[in-house]
């Protein structure tokens, strides 16, 4: 079965510094990724997506991922973090039909 | 463009009952998927219905049920709820592959 990982349960950043959140996922073939954000009180949210070509995504929010396959990894990385960037951060495994596999999720509290 | 809508919101029950939740997707969105939400668990697949057939199902017990209707709607149903029910349930719709956009969620409590 597809598994995703987050090794970061909680992040605590101050603002303006870089973030880099680690997501590996297990399934060799095609893979299509992604990254959902919760904001506090809100819905999920996609903030970006890969599905093939150029390994380097960006997204909204200033956000970027970089898909490497040899490491079977698709980390989120943000050069300077907001307050505002507080959420809970899930990588995500394109399956079949739309079913996502879903990382355990990491919470990312951004001190002002 | 509305988004996802998910009713009710908030709902509390005992152990035994039964519980039906409702999903209206977005507009022209003919996918909709469920998944469930724990601290402990985290976000699990439930089922995705297209076209009103289940399309694919996730690793849950039969007591969990949904169906589709022919204008994209979508209900959820939950039989003898037990305490380890007690989670928010998500749904969402999509247009494409792997794209979903989420609702806010049905909180349900199992006392």
């Known amino acids: 079965a597809q598994s995703v990982s987050q090794h970061n349960h909680h992040v605590i950043l101050s603002e303006a510094a870089s973030l880099e959140l680690g997501c590996n996922y297990s399934?060799?073939?095609?893979?299509?990724l992604f990254w959902y954000v919760q904001y506090p009180g809100q819905h999920l949210q996609l903030l970006l997506k890969y599905f093939s070509g150029d390994p380097l995504v960006k997204g909204i929010k200033g956000f970027e991922a970089e898909f490497i396959k040899s490491k079977f990894s698709f980390n989120l990385r943000k050069p300077s973090v907001q307050w505002s960037d507080t959420a809970e951060y899930f990588c995500a495994e394109h399956n079949a039909g739309n079913m996502l596999t879903f990382g355990g999720g990491t919470r990312l509290m951004v001190k002002p | 463009k509305a988004g996802v809508t998910q009713t009710p919101r908030y709902l509390i029950k005992t152990r035994g009952q039964q519980v039906t939740l409702s999903c209206s997707p977005i507009s022209g969105h003919r996918s909709v998927s469920w998944y469930q939400q724990t601290p402990g668990q985290g976000l699990q697949f439930l089922f995705e219905y297209f076209s009103e057939t289940q399309r694919n199902k996730g690793n849950f017990p039969g007591r969990f049920s949904g169906r589709q209707f022919s204008n994209s709607r979508s209900e959820m149903n939950v039989s003898t709820l037990e305490l380890g029910d007690s989670a928010l349930y998500l749904c969402a719709s999509s247009f494409a592959y792997g794209e979903l956009f989420f609702g806010e969620g049905s909180r349900l409590t199992v006392l």
């Open positions: 399934y060799g073939g095609t893979v299509n």
